[in-house]
Nanobody
Framework: QVQLVESGGGLVQAGGSLRLNCVVS???????????YRWFRQQPGKEREGVAT???????TYADSVQGRFTISRDSAKNTVYLQMNALEPEDTALYYC??????????WGQGTQVTVSS
């Protein structure tokens, strides 16, 4: 089993910055590596959508809405994935979720951390 715990959310003003953190914990039953680390978000009244991904090799992708403002990164030593969010806009207000996908296909989700951006 795998457990993901997000942190770093909060209330910020438009134009501000915030860094989200996701710590990935694995038990002894996990034998396969993680293929992709991903951040999703769910805005009020909308469905969950992808925000950013980083794969095992370090290649990143971003949704058009956050391109140039958000940066996803990893710290392998700490088994942690980050989402640095700059130039935040009210439209970025959402519950942000961390997700990992293993090479064998298993996927796990965190509980989410709330980001609220005031205008």
């Amino acid at each position: 089993q795998v457990q993901l715990v997000e942190s770093g959310g909060g209330l910020v003003q438009a134009g501000g910055s915030l860094r989200l953190n996701c710590v990935v914990s694995e038990d002894a039953s996990v034998t396969k590596p993680i293929a992709w680390y991903r951040w999703f978000r769910q805005q009020p009244g909308k469905e969950r959508e992808g925000v950013a991904t980083i794969n095992r090799g370090g290649t990143t992708t971003y949704a058009d809405s956050v391109q140039g403002r958000f940066t996803i990164s990893r710290d392998s030593a700490k088994n942690t994935v980050y989402l640095q969010m700059n130039a935040l806009e009210p439209e970025d207000t959402a519950l942000y979720y961390c997700n990992v996908v293993y090479f064998e296909g298993a996927t796990y989700w965190g509980q989410g951390t709330q980001v609220t951006v005031s205008s």
